[in-house]
């Protein structure tokens, strides 16, 4: 198994400003995985990071709105940019030190765009 | 196209009652299938996974799922359901190169 942690758990931000959301794993793991669940909804792939490369992103999602860094083996960035309230969600790490099979969570990002 | 079903948006059951989510998968080869739980304001947790094997798997908290491949079905149970129950639960699928979760089914217990 593999212990997530996100930060921050919860934030209120302005519309057109930025947040960056951390994400931190017990254990080195090859992928590392950005979810986006909108209020009453499932969850929606935004962005598969790899260690050392560009993350590859979901039709619908783009770099510039959602960046995403993934300096080593265990961390990893999303940065919602440009806010607005649409992007009132909650974002969910996710990761499988395994491989790939299972997938592991932090608590969410529950972010409210104002 | 792979998608995950969760027929059930909503479930209300009585404190002690027995429990059954629904779950069914479309994919052509059985993927690895999981049921996950998420308490308000939560991430999600898993309760339990199916990869291969016995087709009844036994999870965390109580419960159970079991694998039926002719129904392509997944379905979670619990015997005795506990007020700490209540929450949202993701039934998800893996094919080996992406995860699919279907809609979730939210659970009421009342006392």
């Known amino acids: 198994s593999a212990v997530i942690s996100q930060k921050p758990s919860r934030d209120i931000c302005q519309r057109g400003t930025s947040l960056t959301i951390q994400c931190q794993v017990d254990?080195?793991?090859?992928?590392m995985f950005w979810y986006r669940q909108q209020p009453g909804q499932s969850l929606t792939l935004i962005a598969t990071a790899n260690q050392g490369s560009e993350a590859t992103y979901e039709s619908g999602f783009v770099i510039d709105k959602f960046p995403i860094s993934r300096p080593n083996l265990t961390f990893s960035t999303l940065t919602v940019s440009n806010m607005s309230p649409e992007d009132s969600s909650i974002y969910l790490c996710?990761?499988?030190?395994?491989?790939?099979?299972?997938?592991?969570f932090g608590q969410g990002t529950r972010l409210t765009v104002v | 196209a792979q998608s995950v079903t969760q027929p059930d948006i909503h479930i209300t059951v009585s404190e002690g009652a027995s429990l059954e989510l629904r779950c069914n998968y479309s994919y052509g080869a059985t993927p690895y299938l999981f049921w996950y739980v998420q308490s308000p304001g939560q991430g999600l947790q898993l309760l339990l996974k199916y990869f291969s094997g016995d087709t009844l798997v036994q999870g965390i908290k109580g419960f159970e799922a079991e694998f039926k491949r002719s129904q392509s079905s997944f379905n979670l149970r619990k015997p005795s359901v506990h007020w700490s129950d209540a929450a949202e639960y993701f039934c998800?699928?893996?094919?080996?190169?992406?995860?699919?979760f279907g809609t979730g089914t939210s659970l009421t217990v009342i006392p």
């Open positions: 996710s990761a499988d030190p395994g491989g790939g099979i299972e997938a592991f």
């Open positions: 254990s080195q793991v090859t992928m």
């Open positions: 998800a699928a893996n094919t080996g190169n992406q995860f699919y």
